[in-house]
């Protein structure tokens, strides 16, 4: 079997809560199963994993059956973004390398593109540690180690935006997404272990904060949920740390709101199934999906 079904008990902090209907377990088993789940990503009925350990990005489809591999040969995956039209954009830590089928259905690279720190005094070449997409895909933001700053690419070829420069941001962004009215929501682990909501002038907004009670804290993978909170939208965080591993609920202002589940193993990157209705966790050696509105 490719997958395995559990039912979750609602959860509710508030009246306004989102409900987890059930979960959906893919990539776990079989010959082919994941190594390490970094990130997740779905496009066209399809769900795409970084597999950092197998340097591959694997296609399931929503049952979880396995549908393809790409190989990313020598370079370990961090982030993965598929377009609509098709294109794979997976990030390693020093190149973003854009894919799509050929007509003879093999993969192959069409372009690359490096994080553009060049206006900003960096002399050496950032790493690389997260990637997330617009909305409507247009840009791709890559978050960067060391130097801190997040930089904004167009999807078409990868030159930099020049209006939207390089922001700032002041801690290392582990793993980012996009929010509401420009915001984006970073949480970087390891050494600051802090989530943060940033203006889109980089500035912050908010600050994430551990819920009351939570004795260990190592956030990881973030996701901004538009029509989550009553459609008011809500963002979710995982928690990695062991004793408190889960993933957390707060509003776009950001008031903790709850649990989403607490059934997980090691969650890294979070995302929004292209339906809007379910969260994709890429969790340790398995993808999560976790059914939260009805279809």
């Known amino acids: 079997m490719a997958t395995k079904n559990r039912k979750r008990v609602a959860f509710r902090a508030t009246n306004e809560q989102p409900v ?13 199963r994941l190594g ?20 591959q990005v694997k296609v399931y489809n929503k049952e979880g059956f396995l549908l393809d591999s790409l190989s990313t040969r020598d370079s370990r995956p961090l982030g993965v973004v598929a377009h609509p039209d098709g294109r794979v954009f997976v990030a390693d830590s020093s ?23 060049d206006c900003c005094g960096v002399n050496e070449r950032p790493e690389i540690v997260s990637m997330v997409s617009t909305e409507d895909k247009t840009k ?5 180690r060391f130097n801190d700053f997040i930089t904004v690419h167009d999807s078409n070829d990868g030159s930099p935006i020049v209006e939207d420069a390089p922001l700032a941001i002041g801690i290392c962004p582990s793993y980012i997404d996009c929010g509401p009215s ?38 990881s993978g973030v996701c901004f949920d538009k029509d989550g909170y009553d459609g008011r939208g809500c963002y979710y965080v995982a928690n990695w740390a062991v ?24 969650p890294n990157g979070l995302s929004m199934a292209e339906d809007k209705k379910s969260l994709l966790v890429a969790d340790d050696r398995s993808v999560k999906i976790i059914h939260l509105r009805e279809d």
């Open 20 to 32: 987890v209907k059930d979960t959906t377990e893919i990539g776990y088993q079989g010959l082919f």
């Open 243 to 266: 004793g408190d591993r889960g993933i957390y609920v707060y509003s776009t202002s950001g008031h903790y709101l709850g649990v989403v589940t607490r059934d997980v193993y090691n």
């Open 36 to 55: 390490w789940a970094r990130n997740v990503t779905s496009a066209n009925n399809e769900i795409f994993v970084a597999d950092h350990v197998n340097s």
């Open 182 to 219: 420009g915001h984006i929501i970073v949480s970087s682990y390891g050494v600051e272990d802090k989530v943060q909501i940033i203006d889109a002038n980089g500035k912050l907004y908010h600050n994430i904060d551990p819920p009351e009670g939570v004795q260990s804290w190592i956030p």
């Open 140 to 144: 791709i933001l890559l978050g960067t």
């Open 95 to 117: 190149m973003v390398k854009v894919y799509s089928l050929s007509s003879q259905q093999m993969w192959q690279q069409l372009y690359e593109f490096p994080p553009f720190v």
